[in-house]
């Protein structure tokens, strides 16, 4: 089932090869097109170069947006990149964590605006499991 608005792209764990990368990019407008990564689930703490592995992928415009703090999660400056984004990438690891860090705040709304805007929401693993409704 599709969302009404905007397109999901829900990828399997392991290795993301070329032809998924591209239909990402296809789907958001360009390599260019504003991606928020969000490493949420993961594990340990992200790495300042967390995104690295997408911009080696050919994205450009690349922000990563973390926290396990639910507070942070409804400030405005926290959202603010979201505002633009063409894209939402879920990492993965736990969605349970996604969940924790997100549900009811001002972020998941922004998630969910991404959407309604006709961008694209993707992920693999964690990240994938957490796009049910």
């Known amino acids: 089932v599709e969302p009404s608005q905007g397109k999901l792209l829900i990828i399997g764990g392991g290795s993301i090869g070329p032809a998924i990368w591209k239909e ?11 991606l928020v990564y969000v490493p949420t689930a993961s594990e340990n703490e992200p790495k300042r170069d967390a995104a690295e592995f997408l911009r080696k992928a050919g994205f450009t415009h690349v922000t990563t947006l973390h926290t396990r703090d639910p507070k942070q999660a409804n400030e405005e400056s926290f959202v603010a990149p979201l505002k633009s984004a063409r894209v939402v990438f879920f990492g993965g690891g736990r969605q349970w964590r996604i969940v924790d860090s997100y549900a009811g705040t001002a972020t998941e ?20 499991s957490v796009m049910s409704t």
């Not at 709304?109 to 994938?128: M, N, P």
Request: cysteine-free.
């Open 24 to 34: 990402l990019a296809r789907l958001a407008g360009g390599f260019d097109a504003p």
């Open 109 to 128: 709304k922004a998630f969910l605006d991404v959407l309604k805007r006709g961008g694209v929401v993707a992920g693999t693993s964690a990240g994938a």
